[in-house]
Structures are given as C-alpha cells and as structure tokens.
C-alpha cells in the first residue's frame, strides 16, 4: 500500500471546465506539497501547505490542507490545456524523508 | 545555466554496458538527490548526498553506484543493469534544512532504456 494515494489516476476533461485531485493517507504529515511535472521535464514545486485546514490559492488554483494534515486537495477552476501534465503530492511522515503520491495525470483537451 | 542540468537527457544501452548519469545544480544547494520514476509508480528516492556525503541509500542494487564530487555535482553510474531498471531518472537539489519539508529542485531527468 501507498503511504499516499492520489486519486483519480488519469483525467481527461475539456477545456473550461473544473475538475478537483485528492492526496490522502492515514498518516499524518508536517506539511504537504504539490508539483506540476510536464511532458518531458522534471516536476516543479506548486505550493506547500503546513497548517491543518489552510488554503492557498494560485491563480485557478485552490490548494487545501485537511484539518488533521492527513489528506490535501487541489481544485483547478477554468481548466486550460497549459494545465494539462501530472501533479504530484508528496508529504513529509513524521521523523521521515519527502515521500511521493503516484500521481494525477491531468489532460486538458483543446 | 540556471537551475538543474541533466545530461544526457536520453540513453540507449545494453545489460553488460558501463555509463554515467551527470547532474549539476547551479542553485548554491547542499543537498543533491538521485530519483528513480517509473510508470504508474511514486517516485522511489535511490541516494541523498548532503555537503557531498551519502546520507542515504534506499538498498539500491550495486549495480548502481552514485558519485559526489562537491555540492554542485553527482554523478550516477551504471553497470550490468536490468531491463526493469528502464527509467526516468531525475536529479534533484534542495537547501537541506533540520525542520520542515525540504523543497526539491528537480532537473529534467535522464530516459534510460536497456535492452
């Protein structure tokens, strides 16, 4: 089993619309952070959230923090095809390394 | 050059060939990281080097042997690898820090084929 799980694995939408990634485990973490990885390319660094229930936001981007720093979201509002490419969460488990979700891999059609 | 440089950015090789992976930071980070991506898989953390001394190793198979000259460069080598062993390999840089998640750097990775 995953320390943590992304869900849905793959997801195909049209532009315009508004979709929302999971991050989630039973474990809890100190903070959480999100990457972009695009075709090609390595993944950069999208926000880190460290407080339960924080928000932030990115432009279309809402990112949130659960409350028992067990599990995070990322809300993408007006989805563009720049937005297409596999987004990440990875957490730090108390007393460990930065560990890695599987992934979202987003694709957003013209 | 900014950021994290990877060369080469593809490579093609057999099981009894010898090679190297090369990555260099340009960013004045202390840490440098050895990743392995494959489909459908997290990304697995293969070697951590921190001010140029091996602070972690993931039980990585011998068959690759990571190599870090100073802060700014780390090296990969691969010898008698396996077919599995078919990757995105990236290369990452942070500013190690005692508390708090260290915020990773990645370069654009190196696509290994062995055949």
């Known amino acids: 089993t995953q320390l943590l799980e992304q869900s849905p694995q793959f997801l195909s939408i049209q532009e315009g619309e508004n979709l929302t990634v999971y991050c989630n485990s039973s474990?809890?973490?100190?903070?959480l952070q999100w990457y972009r990885q695009e075709p090609g390319e390595g993944p950069v660094l999208l926000v880190t959230v460290v407080t339960g229930g924080e928000v932030k936001k990115l432009k279309r981007l809402t990112f949130q923090f659960g409350d028992a720093r067990k599990d995070s979201s990322l809300h993408i509002t007006a989805a563009q095809p720049g937005d297409t490419g596999l987004y990440l969460c990875a957490g730090v488990p108390s007393g460990s390394r930065l560990t890695f979700g599987e992934g979202t891999q987003l694709t957003v059609n013209p | 050059e900014t950021g994290v440089t990877q060369t080469p950015r593809h490579l093609v090789m057999g099981m009894t060939n010898k090679k190297s992976l090369k990555c260099e930071q340009h960013l004045g980070h202390n840490a440098m990281y050895w990743y392995k991506q494959s489909a459908k898989k997290p990304l697995e953390l293969m070697f951590v080097?921190?001010?140029?001394?091996?602070?972690e190793n993931n039980s990585v198979p011998s068959r690759f042997s990571p190599e870090c000259p100073n802060s700014s460069h780390l090296f990969l080598h691969l010898h008698t690898l396996q077919p599995e062993d078919s990757a995105l390999y990236l290369c990452?840089?942070?500013?190690?820090?005692?508390?708090?998640?260290?915020?990773?750097?990645f370069g654009a990775g190196s696509r290994l084929t062995v055949l």
């Open positions: 990452a840089s942070s500013q190690e820090r005692f508390s708090g998640a260290n915020v990773l750097t």
């Open positions: 474990s809890v973490f100190s903070s």
């Open positions: 080097y921190n001010f140029k001394e091996q602070t």
